[in-house]
């Protein structure tokens, strides 16, 4: 079975012909993505690429293009954590959907972009287990309400929004459209067009 993760494109050289795997290419025009579920894995490779494209060049700005359902909390703090930390620019562009922790990763970027029919979905970090003695209980829901708080802050130091409001919207699961992102400060932009700016 054809696998899209895997899809190659051809160069030709005085060598002969070469498969290229598309994310070289991209990564050589500073472009990475972050498709599908944040975890450990992914992030890590984002964050070798982040850490090589600044070698590479510490000023030039890097595409972020993101299409994720969200993840891991603590995965995705540490490449938000990158993000802010190379010294190059982090252009992000949401193309699909950017929920949760992709949400944050997305609203992180110092230019953020969305397609028209683009989205993004902010809320309350969930609780991943369940059961143990009331003293565990106690402790998963403190740390809980500590992350919420982290998360927030993050969110609205990047919208402009204060603590209560981000906190009022992801008390629920919260749905933006690209113009609605916009108008509260999650995105900067509508863009039509992928060309280079």
């Known amino acids: 079975m054809y696998n899209l993760n895997e899809a190659r494109i051809i160069r030709e050289s005085s060598y ?5 795997p598309i994310q070289d290419e991209m990564l050589s025009h500073r472009e990475v993505e972050l498709v599908g ?12 690429q982040l850490r090589y494209l600044q070698c590479e060049d510490p000023e030039a700005p890097i595409t972020l ?28 562009v949401c193309v699909g959907l950017a929920a ?20 993004l979905m902010i809320h309350d970090p969930l609780i991943v287990q369940t059961g143990g003695s009331a003293l565990k209980l106690k402790a998963v829901s403190d740390d809980l309400m500590e992350t919420r708080q982290i998360i927030a802050r993050v ?6 929004k204060s603590m209560e409001e ?7 699961d919260c749905y933006f ?17 992928l060309a280079d700016k």
């Open 16 to 20: 002969g012909y070469h498969l290229i």
């Open 166 to 172: 981000i906190l009022a919207k992801t008390a629920n």
């Open 177 to 193: 459209r690209a113009e609605e992102a916009v108008k509260f400060g999650l995105a900067d932009h509508i863009i039509t067009s």
């Open 37 to 48: 579920e944040v975890d450990a894995n992914t992030v890590n490779t984002l964050i070798r």
């Open 100 to 119: 949760s922790m992709a949400a944050l990763l997305f609203v992180s970027g110092t230019e953020r972009d969305m397609l028209p029919h683009s989205r």
């Open 65 to 92: 293009y993101i299409n994720s359902p969200g993840g891991s909390v603590d995965s995705g703090m540490a490449l938000y954590d990158v993000m802010q930390a190379v010294s190059c620019p982090v252009r992000t």
């Open 155 to 160: 969110i609205a130091e990047h919208c402009g």
